[in-house]
Every structure is written in structure tokens, then in C-alpha cells.
């Protein structure tokens, strides 16, 4: 059994084909004379907001050392004070000793 293609199926696959690479390339930037890929203008404005962005988490390293710090006082006062109150909730259960 011979599987045969007709000739009008590969017209329309070149057809798909090109139209999705003609989109493919009028949609990406250019690339230079080195052959290094040149974004749009969109591309590149959002890829230097992403770096300040990062400049500015790792120059504020040292404001998240100081919350972590903070963070560690409070979780201690606050296992001091769920410990006072537990005792002073058992003295208030058990009462006085009765004779």
C-alpha cells in the first residue's frame, strides 16, 4: 500500500511554515554585525529595570540582616511571655493546697 501525499497538502504546509517564520523574525530584534542578538526597544528597557531592580535588592542586603535580627528578638519575647502566662494560668488552675 502506497501512502501518497497530494501535491495541494504541501502547498499549504510551506505556506504555514513560512507565514510562522516571517512572524517568528518580525517579532525578535536584529542581530548585529558580531551576530550577537539586538532586542526591540521594549526588550531592552525592561531588561534595565530588572537589573536596577536587583542593584537595588542587593544594596538592601543589610536592611534584611537588621529584620532578621528584630524578627529573632520578637520570637524570643514572645515564647517569654507564652511562658509566663502558661504559668501563671497552671498556679491559677491547681489553686492552694488543701489540708
Known amino acids: 500500500m502506497n501512502f501518497v501525499i497530494p501535491s495541494w497538502a504541501i502547498g499549504v504546509a510551506m505556506i504555514v511554515f513560512v507565514s ?3 512572524k517568528a523574525i518580525g517579532r525578535g530584534g536584529s542581530r548585529d554585525k558580531f551576530g550577537k542578538f539586538r532586542g526591540n ?3 531592552e528597557r525592561r531588561i534595565a529595570d530588572l537589573e536596577d531592580s536587583h542593584r537595588q535588592l542587593a544594596a ?3 536592611d534584611t540582616a537588621e ?3 528584630r524578627l529573632g528578638e520578637l520570637e524570643e519575647r514572645l515564647d517569654f511571655a507564652e511562658r509566663m502566662l502558661a504559668k501563671q494560668h ?3 488552675r491547681l489553686g492552694p ?3
Do not use: T, W
Open 97 to 99: 493546697p488543701k489540708a
Open 90 to 92: 497552671d498556679a491559677e
Open 67 to 69: 529584620l532578621q535580627r
Open 41 to 43: 526597544e521594549d526588550h
Open 20 to 22: 510562522a517564520m516571517v
Open 60 to 62: 538592601g542586603s543589610g
